[in-house]
């Protein structure tokens, strides 16, 4: 299973448990997806008044906010046929061929598009 395989498999079940029934169905996909949506805002509501309202901020709500963030991006994936455990191996890959000595601003600003449209500011 390698790079945190086991741990998304488990949490991938845990929110095949949780799921409205018939995940496949084009219907539960989009409310998941408008629930991610949901979830973000919330994300950046949270941040928003950490970083320009000067509140504290509070870790154990963004925390649940992300863990429900999380939990919308399975089951999409899941309704799509994917896992996370692939789904974040994909992404190391990817950022690691964009990134072979790591990030930095000049390389991201000097690098060229990949090919399959993260020129739309994808990490």
Request: no cysteine; net charge negative; glycine share 12%.
């Amino acid at each position: 299973m390698g790079y945190l395989g086991n741990e998304f498999e488990s949490y991938d079940a845990d929110v095949r448990r949780t799921m409205n029934g018939g995940a496949t169905a084009l219907v539960p996909m989009a409310s998941f997806a408008m629930g991610l949506a949901g979830e973000a805002g919330e994300v950046v509501d949270l941040l928003k008044k950490h970083l320009g309202h000067g509140h504290d901020l509070d870790a154990d709500k963004l925390t649940k906010e992300l863990g429900d963030v999380l939990w919308y991006v399975s089951a999409i994936a899941q309704s799509a046929g994917l896992e996370l455990g692939d789904i974040a191996r994909a992404n190391v890959e990817k950022l690691r061929k964009r990134y072979p000595d790591g990030f930095s601003v000049e390389a991201s600003r000097n690098r060229k598009p990949d090919p399959i449209g993260e020129e739309r500011g994808d990490p």
